[in-house]
């Protein structure tokens, strides 16, 4: 396989972000791989915006809380928390559009591709918009800064302590699931820490609390000041303390390198070049500003067997399709079906291990689903498939219910086809313009080469067999929407 | 292909049955001989975390009624099964198979520290792992890395849906869902697929590529032999117009036909009843008790009761005392059921649950539910349980 110029540049704009833009198609067979790099580095050192998606109906909730906290109320009553959850979750269903739409539209691609990873490094399944875009935005700030400040700020944050019980661990009755998994998952990684290290640390977190607002609370009174022994040090340990010894292990520059490589390098993993990045990381005091420098511009990162190498998770894919041919959806929320039924759903995590990636995103339906979806987005055909419920999400208050109320007492659950249909206004224009100048002959070459970062793909004879040659504009229409439908395009 | 010794004995049966008997003679095998170790298992999951208190009833404790002044359900409308258990009123069949000996309760069925959210506890029922694991592959799934390294067909699991769930995923296998054999067959038999399928020059190496073309290109075989096989024997008898209804029709079609499959999977929901549990219980148990009685009455009738067992489970049972919105919260603790025609031990197994002696407010498990696992594995599918659930767990006495 040759290893193009514009090959290199797709691969780290895959890599590094979600793919190349329509717009992006003239650059990519001339320029250097160190100018789009730089490029992305200037775009994702903004400051990001806070994405605000919590109603009125919480931000009231939660203004009424700061009046009433004078008065000592703490808690919500039963009416709210309920009404609380059931905005929490159609807020939270915006929260994800729009983080998708900052994916498909932001320059700072590098920087959302990067909170992608940490969005499943840092895994929370959290019911409350509020607690669940803190985090995200905690995540976005930190994405390209340092880890060591990121992993307090996530530790300190609602969603974690919510989620990993951290507010029922209390001096006496510790609760060892946050210890547990900052160890496990966060840092070090298992093999680096004994069980007794997880107990002790669990004591050192007592106190470590969020109140109702998602602030973060030290209750001194439940915080145990006792003596703590952690991986071999001895000292009157709070949570802070903990995160920085968890820090100054090396195995955790290596365990959270040897991610990072896994996902936008090669699954397979390269020990010597694992070493040596987490060598440096280390000793930057984990900068991943300059982690990723030392990824994505170094020789090997553009080595013919890391290329075409990854199957692309959902979110890359519906992402990646949308920037290469710009669509506007007239209901956007198609794409949280689209994200259900292809197994990875923003702000759901499977557990906190995240999503496993990889191989465990392709079985026989997603497969199938994964190559109908250019011809979904392309015809409005329906999608005619109904994905699993999610009964954390739905809170008992399954679609069936409401069907029930309005008297559909007919057919419900299980067989129901959801008959949602993606209708999308292609805006074809950016792209056919970049192959204007393309020689009839060469059309499907070039485009092929646009679309597919495989050493090989499906022969011209197959894809000009089934195109529509009735004139220019359908051909390469059709050509792209069936290069996208195979199995070569799930890879990057 | 290359066989293990042991698998290619089990698949010749079955393929000794589909092509060298003669149509005509195949009648005969409809009989009593079906060929020994055909068994079969259907897995039903109750999602949401059906409320086990309500539904095998303790009708002789005043603690479950203390606890349920309102959601109890009163000894004269639990259907009884001796003094001391009653049926929920919608598990008529159920009663019919408790009667006849093909039915086999088994309580107090967990795992120890409880995860209360649905997602996560079905992880761990799919994955058949520790509440504290972490584990990307499903028990049936591993059962399929097992047995079928060198099937050249994904069809040893299927389930009845839309989407795989977690339990069917292997490491190097998976199973198959589908909804419907035909709508399965007209969606893999596009000609694109087909064409691209064609064009690709088969390498069988370790790239992410060889391995999109070979999960597809098994997908467009299966669908081609499911469809078929569905055809073979389709049942004719009558089942109800509901979801499970129709997904154990499927299901029943399959069975009757010289497919190689094992296990089957089928989903009903939602039983996650914090509000008004009376009624959406009633609904749900109404479809399972109508759909399973027209599923082992169809069994039975071509003789194969005696070679299924279906095996009903929930993510988590639901606390002991109701709520205030005529519902309960999240548990711990639940029964299983299993239905068959080849129960060793049947009836209510165990003692029922011990409501002097609970955690919290929540049932203690007293069986872990991988002894579960690793009984069906081993005295059901006849495979090594321990291989696939890394460790050894008591077997019980059920098959």
Sequence with gaps: ?492 | MLFKRKEFLQIGSLATASFMVPKFLKAFEKGQFVPPGNKVLVVLQLSGGNDGLNTVIPVQNDLYYKARPRLGIQKNNALLLNDEVGLHPALSGFKDLYADGSLGILNNVGYPNPDRSHFRSMDIWQSGSKSDEYVYTGWIGRYLDAQCSGCDKPTQALEIDDTLSLALKGEQAKGLAMKDPRRLYGTSNEKFFKDVLADHKDEAGEQPVDYLYKTMAETVSSADYIFQQSRLHPTNASYPNSGLGQSLKTIASLIFSDINTKVYYVSLGSFDTHINQGAQQQRLFAEMNDAIAAFVKDLKSNNRFQDVLLMSFSEFGRRVAQNASGGTDHGTANNMFFVSGGLKQKGVLNPLPDLTDLNEGDLKHNIDFKQVYATVLNNWLGTNAEKILGKRYDHLGFV
């Design chain 1, 1 to 492: 396989m040759v290893v193009t110029n514009q090959l290199k540049n797709q691969h780290l704009l895959w890599r590094a972000g979600f793919g190349p833009m329509a717009e992006d198609l003239g650059q990519l067979a001339t320029a250097s791989q160190k100018s789009y790099f730089q490029a992305l580095t200037k775009a994702s050192k903004k400051q990001p915006q806070y994405l605000d998606l919590a109603d009125n109906y919480i931000k009231g909730l939660m203004m009424g809380i700061d009046e009433i906290g004078r008065t000592q109320k703490k808690e919500l009553n039963d009416e709210e928390k309920k009404k609380l959850r059931q905005s929490s979750r159609e807020s939270i269903k915006s929260l994800n559009l729009a983080w998708l739409n900052e994916m498909i539209h932001s320059e700072a691609q590098l920087r959302e591709k990067m909170s992608l990873f940490w969005h499943g490094h840092f895994a929370s399944r959290n019911l409350n918009i509020l607690y669940q875009q803190q985090l995200l935005d905690g995540i976005r700030r930190n994405a390209l800064g340092n880890f060591g400040e990121m992993l307090k700020e996530v530790s300190k944050s609602a969603a974690m302590i919510n989620f990993l019980n951290n507010n029922q661990n209390k001096k006496d009755h510790p609760n060892e699931n946050f210890a547990r998994e900052v160890m496990e998952l966060f840092t070090m990684g298992r093999g680096n820490y004994t069980e007794n290290d997880v107990k002790e640390a669990a004591r050192a977190f007592t106190g470590w609390g969020a109140n109702v607002k998602g602030e973060f609370v030290f209750r001194k009174y439940v915080h145990d000041e006792g003596e703590k022994k952690i991986l071999g040090k001895s000292g009157q340990f709070d949570g802070d303390d903990v995160l920085n010894i968890l820090l100054e292990q090396k195995a955790t520059a290596n365990y959270v390198t040897k991610k990072i490589f896994r996902y936008f390098v090669n699954e397979q993993v390269d020990e010597e070049k694992v070493n040596w990045l987490a060598s440096r990381f280390y000793q930057s005091n984990y900068d991943i500003q300059a982690l990723m420098q030392d990824i994505f511009t170094s020789d090997w990162f553009y080595h013919e067997k890391n290329i075409g190498a990854k199957i692309k998770s959902p979110i890359e894919l519906i992402v990646g399709i949308r920037r290469m041919i710009p669509m506007q959806l007239q209901n956007e929320d198609v794409q949280l079906l689209v994200q259900r039924l292809l197994g990875q759903i923003l702000f759901y995590p499977p557990n906190v291990a995240g999503w496993p990636g990889g191989k465990n995103w392709i079985d026989s339906s997603s497969l199938m689903f994964r190559l109908r979806l250019p011809q979904l987005i392309h015809d409005d055909e329906a999608i005619n498939l109904s994905p699993k419920s999610d009964d954390d999400q739905q809170m008992g208050m399954k679609e069936d219910a409401k069907n029930m109320e309005k008297g559909n007492k007919g057919k419900m659950n299980a067989n129901k086809i959801v008959r949602q249909q993606i209708m999308a206004d292609i805006n074809w224009q950016p792209f056919l313009e970049k192959f204007a100048k393309v020689p009839k002959e060469k059309l499907t070459t070039e485009i092929s080469k646009t679309l597919l970062q495989t050493a090989s793909g499906p022969s011209k004879q197959l894809l000009e067999g089934q195109a529509d040659k009735s004139n220019r504009e359908s051909f390469i229409k059709t050509v792209t929407i069936a290069l996208m439908a195979t199995p070569e395009y799930q890879l990057c």
